[in-house]
C-alpha cells in the first residue's frame, strides 16, 4: 500500500466510542487499586477483549521493551503478572527491576498506566500460579526457550510433545524458573478520553502507604 494510502486510512479510522462514561474525579477512592477494579469491571461489562490483558514495558541496556501480558492479579499495592526469570523480560527485571504496565479499554475510552519497583514472588506463589495455567500451557513454559532463535519448526514440535509427556506423567511438575511477579504501584494514572479532546487524567502518587491525587492538562 502507498505511503499516502496508508497516511488516509488511519486519519479515517475511528478513535473513540460513540459513548464514553462520564469520570467524575471527586468521587474517586483513596485508593487506587480500589478504582482499578471498578474500572475493570466496567470495562467487562462493556464487552471489551481481554480486558485482563495489559503492556508490560521494561528497560534492556538503557532501551525500552515492551509486550503484552494478563494481569494475574491485584493485591495491596502489587499488579501482578508470570513468567519465566530466564525470559528476556525476567533478565531485565533482575537487572533494572522497574516496570511499567498500560491498560488500554478502547470500547469505554479508556487507560490506566501504572509504574513501579518489581519484585519476585515467593516460589510458592509462583508454583501455585504455574499449576493454574492449562496443561499446554504448562508445556510450554517447561520448554523455557522463549525468544531464541527456532532454526526448525520440527524442534517446536518434538519440544512441545516431550514436555506434555512430562505433565501427563507428573501433574504437579512445576518450572523451577517459572516466577510470579508483583508491581508495587508508585503511580497509577487513570485516563478518560473525550470526544471533544477534553480528556480527564487523574494521577495517585504514593508516599510510604499514603496516595495524593492530582489531575493532569491532557
Given amino acids: 500500500m502507498p505511503v499516502d494510502d496508508l497516511r488516509q486510512l488511519l486519519r479515517g479510522l475511528p478513535v473513540f466510542p460513540d459513548s464514553m462514561p462520564a469520570f467524575d474525579t471527586s468521587a474517586t477512592p483513596g485508593d487506587p487499586g480500589e478504582l482499578f477494579a471498578e474500572w475493570l469491571e466496567e470495562a ?4 471489551v477483549p481481554a480486558p485482563h490483558a495489559m503492556t508490560l514495558s521494561t528497560v534492556d541496556d538503557g532501551n525500552p521493551t515492551a509486550r503484552v501480558l494478563i494481569l494475574k492479579n491485584l493485591t495491596g499495592h502489587d499488579w501482578q503478572f508470570a513468567t519465566g526469570s530466564g525470559s528476556p523480560k525476567g533478565r531485565q527485571l533482575a537487572a533494572h527491576p522497574h516496570a ?7 470500547a469505554v475510552g479508556r487507560q ?3 509504574r513501579g519497583a518489581v519484585r519476585p514472588l515467593s516460589s510458592d506463589d509462583g508454583a501455585r500460579d504455574f499449576l ?5 500451557s504448562r508445556a510450554e513454559a517447561l520448554i523455557g526457550r522463549q525468544s ?3 532454526a526448525d ?3 517446536l514440535d518434538a519440544a512441545l510433545a516431550e514436555a506434555y509427556a512430562r505433565v501427563e506423567d507428573d501433574p504437579d511438575l512445576v518450572a523451577s524458573h517459572w516466577t510470579l511477579y508483583g508491581v508495587r504501584a508508585e503511580q497509577v494514572e487513570f485516563w478518560q478520553g473525550n470526544a471533544e479532546r477534553r480528556h480527564t487524567r487523574l494521577r ?4 510510604g502507604d499514603t496516595w495524593s491525587k ?3 492538562w491532557p
Fill in 44 to 47: 467487562i461489562s462493556a464487552g
Fill in 100 to 106: 511499567a504496565l498500560t491498560f488500554f479499554w478502547p
Fill in 112 to 114: 490506566v498506566r501504572i
Fill in 132 to 136: 493454574a495455567r492449562p496443561p499446554g
Fill in 148 to 150: 531464541q532463535v527456532l
Fill in 153 to 155: 519448526p520440527a524442534e
Fill in 204 to 207: 495517585y502518587s504514593r508516599t
Fill in 214 to 216: 492530582e489531575m493532569l
